[in-house]
């Protein structure tokens, strides 16, 4: 077993839990690629975690699941030398039904088999097939399961911005002063990082609408694609909607 962590300091998910990342498949290039997506997500969302890595489901893994002291996102294999995923999946579910589990396997042909058990897993993922889009999307879905805040943060010229994701409507750039305005509910903040600069520091609730507009469309109600008005959840509306990106927003 390996233990990859970057604090001994705990989150809170719902003020209880602090939240581990399980990985077990016995390809070791596997659990370091899926190891290093886990960093670069989290490095983004800025929150304090605990990767545990496991090239099989041998006696220090099973005594991990039985005593379980945190909310996990579970990464699991189908098939390693000792046991099933599948197996294994089961066990957890008899203890936990809070935590997250994700196959990810080179056996497609199980998905239906896996169905038929009712494991209440997030996602089944062929590894070997464009695995990385569908992980980063699955580790975001499963932030979003467990209520974890997430942030945008970053510095500039002393300043540190520690925004709640969930907060921002929408984030444009003014061409006059040459700065990007993060748009909240109750505050403004404007700043020299570029758009580019910024959407690279959000998840994928942000899509752009406009060359000079990123919405969060969790925040939308309604678009009016005729008179390209974009209305948010707390009544503000904005007509920063192009036809180059309007066909792109679905919410």
Known sequence: MILLTNSNRKIEIGGVFMLEFIVCDDDILITEKVSNTISNVMMKNKLVYKTLVFYDYDEKF??????????????LDIETPSRSGIDIARIIREKDMESIIIFMTGHDELG???????????????????????FVKSLLKSLQILNVQTKLHFEERGVIYNISLSDILYITRDSIDRKSIIKTEKNEYKTYKTLLELSKLLDDRFIQTHRSCLVNKQRITTVNRMKKIIQFDNGLKIDLLSDKYKKELVI
């Open 112 to 134: 239906p088999t896996i169905l038929k058990k009712e494991l209440w897993f997030l996602a089944f993922i062929n590894k070997f097939d464009n695995s990385d889009k569908r």
């Open 62 to 75: 099973m005594e991990l699941i039985a005593n379980k002291e945190c909310i996990r996102i579970y990464i």
